[in-house]
């Protein structure tokens, strides 16, 4: 499966590092928040990451405007429900994280999107049992600064599914 709709949850340091990266691969990345203040704090660090890797001659100076236009912000979690990959990078908090799945769950429609979390201390199985769909559910832990660290774990479950892992 090609992934080329990607929501990411959070907009703080790790979420926006998360959709820097997605949007540069060539996806259409909409970006989670719970408000305009936070959208617009994510969208800046963006723009801040883009325009120091501009400076450090990793991109070109046309290249931040091409990645910006792929990414969007929004507070509807509706906007999420097209989406084929969603990486939630909420804040560490169980009970939050398995609210934000359970909505993730009830919003995207695609049966075969997967639902990721880049949590690094709750088990996966724990946010997977939030939703009807366990076995399109993964851990992608990123490491930070997300544009700069080529690494990402894939954290998986006993069921999941396999082709969720390719």
Known sequence: MTIERVGVIGGGLMGSGIAEVCARAGGHVVVHEIGARTAEAALARIEGSLARAVDRATLAPSDPSLI??????????EDQSDRQLVIEAATENEELKREIFAGLDRTVTDPDAILASNTSSIPI?????????????????????????????LVTTV????????
């Open 125 to 153: 199985t724990r946010l997977a049992a939030a939703t009807r769909r366990p076995d399109h559910v993964v851990g992608l832990h990123f490491f930070n600064p997300v544009p700069v660290m080529a690494l990402v774990e």
């Open 68 to 77: 910006l236009g792929r990414i969007e912000v929004s507070a509807d979690l």
């Open 159 to 166: 069921k999941t599914d396999d082709a969720v892992c390719d």
